[in-house]
């Protein structure tokens, strides 16, 4: 699966919108563009994905270049529950055993 | 009702003990799988199975036996423990053919002295 970069950490104040971004310039035309976030003491918790088209549910928004080289996590409106770490993982559609391969992701801390 | 659920969600033990960790989901899924979350909080998959059946294994020592009974279960024993075992192992289940989205539980955290 290709690799993704994404900024270390990002301050955002609580009930203001956050776009995290992640670059993939290396992604494949089958690459699925996940996004996972982890809170404190949990486990990765599913976010959203998406493959060309902007998508939209309940946690967040994905936006998707055009040329798919990147994408932004946005969350309407942030809470101080939001904050943790959250992974853009990319995964191929011919992904041996559905694996995710998580990077170092972005720290996300919401200030009140 | 916890979708995947591990235990113990604490283990400390001495170097060179054998120790296993649970995990069961209850989402009906096809496919399981251990993670390791070191220190420096990069998560790295270690097996994958598939119906019961390892399909992958991330150049994990050895040491390292998973264990799937049925669907269901995923457990994971560890032999002759080490100082460098130290870390949060988390199991997650999904379906294989699908889009891709993975549950996790709530993580063990292991302590080797």
């Known amino acids: 699966d290709a690799k993704t970069t994404q900024p270390n950490s990002m301050e955002s104040n609580e009930e203001e919108p956050v776009h995290l971004p992640c670059n993939h310039s290396?992604?494949?035309?089958?690459?699925?563009i996940h996004w996972y976030r982890q809170l404190p003491s949990q486990g990765p918790e599913y976010v959203i994905h998406?493959?060309?088209s902007n998508v939209n549910n309940r946690m967040a928004s994905l936006a998707i270049a055009e040329d798919r080289k990147s994408s932004t996590l946005i969350l309407h409106r942030a809470t101080l529950r939001d904050a943790a770490v959250y992974y853009c993982i990319l995964r191929g559609a011919n992904n041996a055993g559905n694996m995710l391969t998580f990077g170092g992701g972005t720290r996300l801390m919401v200030k009140p | 009702d916890t979708a995947v659920s591990q235990t113990p969600k604490y283990l400390v033990t001495q170097m060179g003990n054998d120790k296993s960790i649970k995990c069961e989901q209850n989402l009906g899924h096809d496919t399981m799988y251990w993670y390791k979350q070191d220190s420096k909080k990069f998560l790295k998959i270690m097996f994958s199975?598939?119906?019961?059946?390892?399909?992958i294994n991330e150049t994990v020592p050895n040491r390292f036996s998973p264990k799937s009974p049925d669907k269901a279960h995923l457990n994971l024993h560890i032999n002759s423990l080490e100082l460098g075992d130290s870390a949060v192992y988390f199991c997650a289940s999904s379906q294989l053919f699908n889009t891709g989205e993975l549950f996790f539980g709530e993580g063990s955290r292991l302590t080797v002295l």
């Open positions: 290396t992604i494949s035309g089958t690459d699925y």
């Open positions: 998406g493959l060309t």
């Open positions: 199975y598939n119906n019961k059946e390892l399909i």
